[in-house]
């Protein structure tokens, strides 16, 4: 038995028998208006970026001339095959090397800026974390207006691995000074473009960090 399994099994015996459900969530007032300002908005002051793509222009395409054909990007969505694929690696750690990784988002929060992703749209994990750049796809009509009405989503019980990202990683514990990309992704660009499919995430399990 792992140690893993050996404390799980020992949080198993001493459960309280019962049912605990979560606590009903009040209904919180919302952002209204303009859901995608607010998000574009929320998101700058966390030092992310958005990007529209243009009516009538493919997204492969844009993307490629954007990012550039010399540097090692992998994405998670079957919407992009001109790059390859995050899960193609055996390792999760052999995505220490990615210059930019491609993901789309579940949906965003327009009261923080923040982006739902899962181990469902990630396909391995690290590829949030591990890449240099992020490039995020988002439906802006996947937008929710806050915090609350994201936690009302089934998304949250559905995967083994749900994250809220928000901006590159940010740091400034050491002397007051903002220091980014220290323990993650050094920029995060939100790129507004409907989905291609109609789940352009694939339902098989992802790899976890």
Known sequence: MSAREDILARLR???PDGEFPLPVLPSFPGIEGDLVAAFQQNLAAMG???VHLPDREA???FLCARLGASRLIRTSTDELPGFART???????DLENV???IVRARFGVAETGSLFL???ELQVNTIAYLA???VVLLDPAAIVPGIADAYLRDDFTSTNYVSLMTGPSAT???EGVMIRGAQGVRSLTVVFAKPIFTDPTRPADARQA
């Open 13 to 15: 015996e001493r459960r």
């Open 48 to 50: 992310g970026q958005c």
């Open 59 to 61: 997204l492969d395409p």
């Open 87 to 93: 899960d193609a690696v055996t390792d999760p750690r």
């Open 99 to 101: 210059h930019t990784g």
């Open 118 to 120: 899962s181990g469902r």
């Open 132 to 134: 240099q750049h992020l």
């Open 172 to 174: 400034a514990d050491i």
